[in-house]
């Protein structure tokens, strides 16, 4: 399941640069939670899945749809929408991992809990990753493209995923990913659809707009959010955001199979220490007596 959510997540900015230019990222992405939020209550109906019973889990749920709906995929579009690479915007919501394991191993530090601390080989993982990240998306930056405006968007978008993941980890309770990913996006749409309508573009139609939107739904949504709710359900924090480092090498590396991007030996070397680097903070430490 962590390779499939890999893959699939991966494709996000590569769907934005087919999507973006035929139409405002706002407009783009409440039509998106509007046909996703369809398609689970249909899916939700269809099993008779059980909505959570307490009313903190709906808030709990409303805010994480915020932070990894809106906050997250917004500021993401906006950037690439503002003209930041999709390369680039990876990379930097690729330092996800960094700032999630450090607030774990501070936030563990104070109260002797030693079950959210990173391990020093952890430490040594996240390094790597890192390294390898820079080397595959390093040619991508420095051209220009970089704005105070989009650079603080794609900063958005790493601080709304961060916290959004933490926040779930820490105060919403198991439920079925259906019913919660409905939930999920109501929120996001509460929040997105009102800003959209301070947008002026068109939509324009495209064949390029329909097949990116009809991803967006049944791949990105339907498809990849879930496997990010499951994975944090079931998995450490560090560990599952750890998973974030793989996404940019994919990126780049579905780049140059689909637009014919440079695909050079440094790159090749950061997917290698990208993948290594996950495998030390993923792999659980045998304990000893």
Same mark, same amino acid.
């Given at each position: 399941?962590?390779?499939?959510?890999?893959?699939?997540?991966?494709?996000?900015?590569?769907?934005?640069?087919?999507?973006?230019?035929?139409?405002?990222?706002?407009?783009?992405?409440?039509?998106?939670?509007?046909?996703? +939020?369809?398609?689970?209550?249909?899916? =939700?109906?269809?099993?008779?899945?059980?909505?959570?019973?307490?009313?903190?889990?709906?808030?709990?749920?409303?805010?994480?749809?915020?932070?990894?709906?809106?906050?997250?995929?917004?500021?993401?579009?906006?950037?690439?929408?503002?003209?930041?690479?999709?390369?680039?915007?990876?990379?930097? =919501?690729?330092? %996800?991992?960094?700032?999630?394991?450090?607030?774990?191993?501070?936030?563990?530090?104070?109260?002797?809990?030693?079950?959210?601390?990173?391990?020093? %080989?952890?430490?040594?993982?996240?390094?790597?990753?890192?390294?390898?990240?820079?080397?595959?998306?390093?040619?991508?930056?420095?051209?220009?493209?970089?704005?105070?405006?989009?650079?603080? +968007?794609?900063?958005?978008?790493?601080?709304?995923?961060?916290?959004?993941?933490?926040?779930?980890?820490?105060?919403?309770?198991?439920?079925?990913?259906?019913?919660?990913?409905?939930? %999920?996006?109501?929120?996001?749409?509460?929040?997105?659809?009102?800003?959209?309508?301070?947008?002026?573009?068109?939509? =324009?139609?495209?064949? %390029?707009?329909?097949?990116?939107?009809?991803?967006?739904?049944?791949?990105?949504?339907?498809?990849?959010?879930?496997? +990010?709710? +499951?994975?944090?359900?079931?998995?450490?924090?560090?560990? =599952?955001?750890?998973?974030?480092?793989?996404?940019?090498?994919?990126?780049?590396?579905?780049?140059?199979?689909?637009?014919?991007?440079?695909?050079?030996?440094?790159?090749?070397?950061?997917?290698?220490?990208?993948?290594?680097?996950?495998?030390?903070?993923?792999?659980?430490?045998?304990?000893?007596?």
């Amino acid at each position: 399941m962590p390779w499939v959510f890999v893959l699939i997540w991966s494709t996000g900015f590569v769907v934005a640069r087919f999507g973006m230019p035929h139409s405002p990222p706002l407009t783009f992405l409440s039509m998106r939670y509007g046909l996703s +939020l369809l398609c689970f209550l249909g899916w =939700v109906w269809w099993a008779e899945v059980p909505w959570p019973r307490e009313r903190a889990q709906w808030g709990h749920l409303a805010v994480v749809g915020m932070l990894l709906h809106a906050g997250y995929l917004g500021g993401v579009w906006a950037a690439v929408k503002a003209g930041i690479g999709a390369g680039t915007v990876a990379l930097l =919501v690729g330092l %996800q991992p960094v700032l999630t394991a450090l607030w774990m191993s501070w936030s563990s530090r104070g109260n002797g809990d030693s079950h959210g601390r990173v391990l020093p %080989q952890q430490w040594l993982g996240l390094a790597l990753g890192l390294g390898g990240l820079t080397l595959v998306v390093w040619h991508k930056l420095g051209g220009g493209e970089v704005t105070h405006w989009n650079l603080a +968007l794609a900063i958005f978008a790493l601080f709304s995923i961060t916290i959004g993941t933490l926040y779930q980890k820490r105060f919403v309770a198991p439920c079925d990913v259906r019913s919660a990913s409905a939930i %999920q996006l109501l929120a996001a749409l509460a929040v997105s659809a009102p800003l959209a309508l301070f947008e002026t573009e068109p939509v =324009v139609w495209h064949p %390029q707009m329909i097949g990116a939107m009809a991803w967006s739904v049944l791949a990105l949504t339907l498809g990849g959010s879930s496997l +990010l709710y +499951l994975l944090i359900q079931r998995g450490a924090a560090t560990s =599952v955001t750890s998973l974030m480092y793989l996404v940019p090498p994919c990126t780049a590396a579905l780049a140059w199979l689909l637009f014919g991007e440079a695909f050079t030996w440094s790159m090749a070397l950061g997917m290698v220490l990208t993948a290594s680097g996950v495998a030390l903070v993923v792999r659980t430490p045998t304990r000893t007596a």
